[in-house]
């Protein structure tokens, strides 16, 4: 089976860093991906690792371990923007482009 | 902006009734894909389509179905909505050889 951990609800100030954790369990694994979520909105990609190490894209990063089968996501300056919800997703070991999502993060950035 | 359309974009019906939720896009994509996101459960895969008439069932397919008899649409049917049916449904495409999924504008579904 598949699964992705990332905590429910992570609150941080505007302008700092913040840190969003998935750990996952996959029968095969290609890469991890993240999306973002604002209320009412559809899902939109940000990052994709499928190697080792740190992806760096603006104020966004996404790291990758998969020795440790684990990655986060970290953001840089927060602004009130960033309040949204966060997935990561993996896409399993067949051809067919599948992704398991995690339940998501919730990041509510304050003033 | 990947060129995909859901219809409706709201719903509301009542229990025991059949459904039909449409997604629409512009692109040709080959893989073509049906969530339903509750709280609490992030984005679940219903079914997923990898060509035309070419589907197979995701994660939580019991009481839906779907086809695909043009490479541009991908329907999804509740043949019995239930109550238990109340989501808001996304659809998504992922770009030939693609690791990046693109989401439809969802509908949201209630069923009484």
């Known amino acids: 089976g598949q699964s992705l951990e990332q905590p429910s609800e992570v609150t941080a100030v505007e302008g700092a860093i913040v840190q969003i954790n998935c750990t996952y369990q996959?029968?095969?694994?290609?890469?991890l991906s993240w999306y973002q979520q604002h209320d009412g909105g559809a899902p939109t990609f940000l990052s994709y690792n499928a190697l080792d190490g740190l992806e760096e894209t603006g104020r966004f990063s996404s790291f990758l371990s998969r020795s440790d089968s684990y990655g986060y996501l970290l953001l840089q300056e927060l602004q009130m923007k960033d309040s949204a919800s966060y997935f990561c997703a993996a896409r399993g070991a067949d051809s067919s482009y599948k992704l398991i999502f995690g339940s998501g993060t919730r990041l509510l950035v304050r003033p | 902006d990947a060129g995909i359309t859901q219809s409706p974009r709201h719903k509301v019906t009542e229990t025991g009734t059949p459904v039909t939720l449409r997604c629409h896009q512009t692109e040709n994509h080959r893989y073509m894909y049906w969530y339903r996101q509750d709280p609490g459960h992030g984005l679940r895969l219903i079914h997923y389509?990898?060509?035309?008439?070419?589907?197979d069932k995701g994660e939580v397919s019991d009481g839906y179905s779907v086809s695909r008899s043009k490479t541009e649409d991908f329907l999804l049917t509740l043949e019995s909505a239930t109550s238990s049916q109340t989501s808001v449904y996304f659809c998504?495409?992922?770009?030939?050889?693609?690791?990046?999924?693109?989401f439809g504008p969802g509908t949201r579904l209630l069923v009484l």
């Open positions: 998504a495409i992922t770009p030939r050889g693609g690791e990046t999924q693109y």
């Open positions: 996959t029968s095969g694994f290609y890469g």
């Open positions: 389509s990898y060509g035309v008439k070419d589907t």
